[in-house]
């Protein structure tokens, strides 16, 4: 029974033993991660340092659109007939009116000139009709003819007539017919890829058409935006013209393309929460085309004289963005900043900072309110973070190489 108890006792020494290493293990790199954390009072830190400026700042709204043709024209034909000849290349530049196809026009051209035979026939009967009412109404009430064959008469000169108006009707559809037997460029434009060749009979009212026109030049880009930006470039607007400028969808190296904002919609989307906006870019160089997205800045306001900093600088925290303010004895402080407008260039600042306050711009991971530091280029804080000295931590040595 001894023996027993004391195998138990032994056998919770080893699992205490046990639990103990693995603890041990598991919290071994954040410990040590927080030693190395903690700098006694006589470290000095590595810093590089920039001044707070004052600058005028644009706020701009950014949003996501899409690039759509000024006009899109499917050129359909409107008659019925084989095509008996294609007038343009795939991918060409064409001005309003100039000849794209042509279908067969033989039969049409019969059917209008039946038409003008018909209209001629009844133009000679209205003529003998007309001659045999003047001589019937001079001989009416007579013993020679009677009044009701001078009615007659004036009968069949009225609808004589009402037949030249309907031939007339005739020859204007026929020449209309005949007309769009040569399928004309509505708009300028450039034409797409081909969707019939010649021979093919083609049907008036086809949806597939023969090719597709766009008008590129000018050309319009459509983004959006949320709808509590709405009252801002209501008001701007007002104001003035609002500048606008896209970057074609990409890694943002690609060309901007300048213009003012032309529209805003009526409505808001109620199923996203955005509204509209649409401009249109003269696209001469043809970097915009149609279906192509791009990111949109739209320039509501500037703000003057702003206090700014590059982003940075500043540090978030649990409750409150901070950034460390040098001080003249080499010791940074702490101070609580309100951030405004921030982009991936600058950062405004609303409150906390002052003109010419130097900030810390690396180097602040191991910083604390009244850490000694040392003001240094960016290449000498970057070398002391390879060789441990600076110890600033992997997001440290990404600053500093980014301020390179």
Not at 42 to 60: E, L, S
Not at 132 to 142: I, P, V
Not at 153 to 169: F, G, N, P, S, W
Request: glycine content about 8%; proline content about 6%.
């Amino acid at each position: 029974m001894t023996d027993q108890k004391h195998g138990q006792r032994l056998a919770r020494a080893l699992l205490l033993t046990l639990l103990g290493a693995t603890a041990l293990t598991l919290a071994g790199p954040e410990a040590h991660a927080q030693r190395r954390s903690k700098s006694s009072p006589n470290d000095v830190t590595p810093v590089t340092v920039v001044p707070v400026t004052k600058q005028d700042v644009p706020v701009v709204l950014t949003g996501i659109g899409t690039v759509q043709a000024s006009n899109t024209v499917t050129i359909s034909p409107m008659v019925t007939g084989p095509i008996v000849s294609i007038n343009f290349t795939e991918g060409q530049n064409v001005k309003k009116g100039d000849v794209l196809a042509v279908i067969d026009p033989r039969t049409y051209q019969a059917t209008l000139d039946e038409d003008r035979g018909k209209l001629a026939q009844d133009q000679a009967t209205l003529a003998g009709a007309l001659r045999d009412l003047t001589r019937y109404a001079k001989l009416s009430g007579s013993s020679y003819i009677s009044q009701q064959t001078a009615d007659d008469e004036r009968a069949t000169v009225d609808e004589t007539k009402a037949l030249i108006i309907q031939d007339k009707a005739a020859i204007e559809l026929a020449q209309t017919n005949l007309d769009y037997c040569t399928i004309t460029a509505p708009v300028d434009g450039r034409l797409g890829v081909r969707d019939v060749d010649i021979g093919n009979i083609v049907s008036a009212g086809s949806s597939s058409g023969i090719v597709t026109l766009t008008t590129i030049e000018p050309i319009g880009v459509v983004f959006t935006l949320p709808q509590q930006d709405l009252p801002q470039i209501i008001d701007a607007s007002k104001a003035g013209a609002l500048p606008l400028s896209v970057v074609p969808e990409g890694d943002g190296s690609g060309p901007e393309e300048t213009a003012t904002l032309d529209v805003i919609d009526n409505q808001v989307d109620s199923s996203t929460g955005t509204v509209k906006f649409k401009a249109y870019f003269p696209n001469t160089d043809e970097h915009l085309w149609p279906g192509g997205f791009v990111t949109a800045h739209l320039t509501v306001k500037v703000l003057k004289d702003a206090l700014t900093v590059p982003p940075a600088a500043v540090q978030t925290g649990p409750t409150q963005s901070f950034a460390y303010v040098l001080q003249p004895n080499n010791t940074v402080k702490q101070a609580n900043v309100t951030l405004g407008q921030q982009n991936e260039k600058l950062a405004v600042i609303q409150s906390g900072l002052a003109a010419g306050d130097k900030v810390v711009l690396d180097g602040a991971s191991r910083l604390s309110d009244g850490s000694k530091v040392k003001v240094v280029t960016p290449k000498t804080v970057t070398d002391q973070a390879a060789q441990g000295k600076g110890d600033q931590g992997p997001k440290g040595a990404d600053k500093a190489a980014t301020a390179q």
